[in-house]
């Protein structure tokens, strides 16, 4: 028997993203310092494990205070200087980091604050998808009443990060999984005005039954009322209020939803193009082909050919 829980539309996005945090290092900082990091080309997170510290973005932007315990994501395409004092001179972290294999670097003393980060990895094919609604900075304070189960997964990270046991490697991805994933949940939460998209509607709890229904069977033909019905609102409301959250339609979701799967089962998968467009609803390979070009701009066996790297 399956449950509520078997069609989580968060996990079912994350999954085929391909998301995966990877831990890549960390530094301690005292005295003076300042360090440039250049234009993140994937989505970064840093937690402020010890101390404080000024987050630079740019000559537009107020420098942001982080203190002790915050998390935060960077999705935008900037460079980013973090500082004991936003006026000081910054170093390039490939300075600061150089050297084969360095995960872990001291500056000065050491004994001001302490830092860990890395970057989410995400599948190329579909990874717009999480970047596109995000916002350039999401900053979590360690005081947020929300924030209590980060600062457990943070405190363990650091933890087996530091320990060098057997299995840190593998704990520490995991423990790092569970801090994205939580850190989008204190963003969706944290009463942001999170704008229209998937991640939006994801975290709609009226639209949540109609989203699990469509990411548990996507093949199927669902009807509007049918998923009206599951949400406890009429056609018209559930239509109105589904457009005003996710910016389409209820089944221009699910067609687009079906396309994000049928991207990712063209590189990860050798099934047939027409078993592939049996699985995802349609009655024959044509009208599935028609359907991904019209989304996609190209043709299933098109895309497959070039493995997608466009």
């Known amino acids: 028997m399956s449950s509520k829980f078997d069609n989580d539309p968060l996990s079912d996005i994350l999954r085929l993203l391909g ?30 494990v010890k101390g404080s510290c000024w987050l630079c973005l740019d000559a537009q932007t107020a420098p942001v205070s982080v203190r002790e315990g915050d998390v935060f994501l960077l999705t935008g395409e900037r460079s980013f ?15 600061v980091f150089s050297g084969d294999g360095i995960r872990t670097a001291k500056i000065g003393d050491g004994n001001g604050c302490t830092q860990i980060g890395g970057h989410i990895r995400l599948a190329p094919s579909n990874d717009a998808l999480l970047v596109d609604v995000l916002p350039p900075l ?24 530091a320990s060098g046991l057997p299995g840190s490697g593998l704990a520490s991805a995991y423990l790092a999984q569970l801090m994205f994933v939580e850190m989008l949940r204190v963003y969706l939460d944290s009463g942001t005005e999170v704008p229209d998209g998937w991640l939006r509607a994801i ?41 005003s959250v996710a910016g389409v339609a209820p089944l221009t979701w699910l067609t ?48 497959r050919r070039a493995g997608w790297s466009g």
């Open 138 to 161: 999401i900053h979590i304070r360690a005081d947020c009443e929300q924030a209590t189960v980060l600062q457990w997964l943070l405190a363990r990270l650091v933890n087996e990060f």
């Open 203 to 243: 975290g709609d709890r009226r639209l949540a039954p109609a989203l699990r229904l469509m990411h548990g069977d996507p093949g199927r033909a669902w009807r509007l009322d049918e998923l009206a019905a599951a949400s406890a609102m009429s056609r018209t409301a559930f239509c109105v209020h589904f457009r």
């Open 81 to 95: 200087v973090l500082a004991s004092d936003p006026n000081a001179e910054p170093v390039d972290a490939a300075t």
């Open 256 to 303: 687009q939803w079906r396309m994000r799967m049928a991207k990712q089962a063209l590189i990860d998968e050798k099934t047939p193009i027409a078993v592939l467009a049996a699985r995802l609803g349609y009655a024959s390979e044509s009208a599935f082909s028609s359907a991904f070009k019209r989304v996609s701009g190209v043709s299933p066996s098109d895309y």
């Open 19 to 48: 998301a995966q945090p990877v831990v890549a290092g960390g530094f301690s900082a005292g005295g003076t310092w300042a360090i440039r990091f250049p234009r993140p080309k994937k989505i970064k997170f840093f937690a402020l």
